[in-house]
């Protein structure tokens, strides 16, 4: 079984900075691509960033590529999400995900086991 657990996020000012990190807590996910969704009040689910199991591949949504960075640390079972220049139109709430998959996906469908979500604020 894969039990996410995430930390970090908070409140930070626009054009701040902040990590989010995702960590397993009992089977290894080194053979898992894995992502990050987020979900702002009123709106769907949609997707941010996806990174394959090895970290040798990623993907962005337009909307944060350039400002976001996913990454992984296998060794510890951990996926991170660094955000940078941050705006007031990222707040929402941040959840990690991981796919029983190698390959690396931008579909919410495609992800097997979610973390439990924390909340971004980022204010003007």
């Known amino acids: 079984q894969v039990l996410l657990v995430q930390s970090g996020g908070g409140l930070v000012q626009a054009g701040g900075s902040l990590r989010l990190s995702c960590a397993s807590s009992?089977?290894?996910?080194?053979?898992?691509?894995m992502a990050w969704f987020r979900q702002a009040p009123g709106k769907e689910r949609e997707f941010v960033a996806t990174?394959?199991?090895?970290?040798?591949?990623?993907g962005y949504a337009e909307s944060v590529k350039g400002r976001f960075t996913i990454s992984r640390d296998n060794a510890k079972n951990t996926v991170f999400l660094q955000m940078n220049s941050l705006k007031p139109e990222d707040t929402a709430i941040y959840s990690c995900?991981?796919?029983?998959?190698?390959?690396?996906?931008?579909?919410?469908?495609?992800?097997?086991?979610w973390g439990q979500g924390t909340q971004v604020t980022v204010s003007s």
């Open positions: 995900a991981a796919r029983r998959s190698t390959a690396k996906s931008t579909s919410v469908y495609d992800y097997d086991y």
């Open positions: 009992g089977r290894t996910i080194s053979t898992y691509a």
């Open positions: 990174i394959s199991y090895n970290g040798g591949s990623t």
